[in-house]
Antibody
Framework: QVQVVQSGAEVKKPGASVKVSCKAS????????VHWVRQAPGQSLEWMGW????????KYSQKFQGRVTLTSDTSASTAYMELSSLRSEDTAVYYC?????????????WGQGTTVTVSS | DIQLTQSPSFLSASVGDRVTITCRAS??????LAWYQQKPGRAPKLLIY???TLPSGVPLRFSGSGSGTEFTLTISSLQPEDYATYYC?????????FGGGTKVEIK
């Protein structure tokens, strides 16, 4: 079945970087985009960016510009999100999710989430 | 950035009630609006896209309407499994943005 499976929980110190993976299966990776969305405890959803699975083009939220890097390995049907210069406010659940390349269709398949805890 | 304001932020309703949640956009977004349901400890689930289209498998008691700046999500007959938080999302402009959420409690 169609699914995206994320890597496991991470605990990082302030100033460090974290890289989360997102492996897709059950569909053609290059026919969709992968979005990254995070959710701090008790908060709403916050969009971080998007990578086109076909050509690798990316769009980032300006809030994270310069700190987040989205990449993909089409041979492995896997997308990656790296967030650098971590601070305590980055403690959140990070989701990757599949979306059709035409935005109006929404984000239709979500990963299980990866908890990232930033603490000294 | 386009701001999405949901109301109410919290509601309590009985099984069988009709429930309506509103999402207002700070500028026109056409029909580029999606709704998601999120249960505690779980990832969001797509309920509606293009303002009013249900993906396959979503119960027909859910419906969406609106265009431009005002949108609604309606649950025609609330069921116990509908306890969740509901979010709207706009996809017309980057950055993609979400509403603040509406938590639905079953009375």
């Amino acid at each position: 079945q169609v699914q995206v499976v994320q890597s496991g929980a991470e605990v990082k110190k302030p100033g460090a970087s974290v890289k989360v993976s997102c492996k897709a299966s059950g569909y053609t990776f290059t026919s969709y985009a992968v979005h990254w969305v995070r959710q701090a405890p008790g908060q709403s959803l916050e969009w971080m960016g998007w990578i086109n699975g076909d050509n690798g083009n990316t769009k980032y939220s300006q809030k994270f510009q310069g700190r987040v890097t989205l990449t993909s390995d089409t041979s492995a049907s896997t997308a990656y999100m790296e967030l650098s210069s971590l601070r305590s406010e980055d403690t959140a659940v990070y989701y990757c999710a599949r979306a059709p390349l035409v935005e109006i269709y929404g984000i239709d398949v979500w990963g299980q989430g990866t908890t990232v805890t930033v603490s000294s | 950035d386009i701001q999405l304001t949901q109301s109410p932020s919290f509601l309590s309703a009985s099984v069988g009630d009709r429930v309506t949640i509103t999402c207002r956009a700070s500028q026109g977004i056409g029909s580029y609006l999606a709704w998601y349901q999120q249960k505690p400890g779980r990832a969001p689930k797509l309920l509606i896209y293009a303002a009013s289209t249900l993906p396959s498998g979503v119960p027909l008691r859910f419906s969406g309407s609106g265009s431009g700046t005002e949108f609604t999500l309606t649950i025609s007959s609330l069921q116990p499994e509908d306890y969740a938080t509901y979010y709207c999302q706009q996809l017309t402009n980057y950055p993609v943005t979400f509403g603040g959420g509406t938590k639905v409690e079953i009375k």
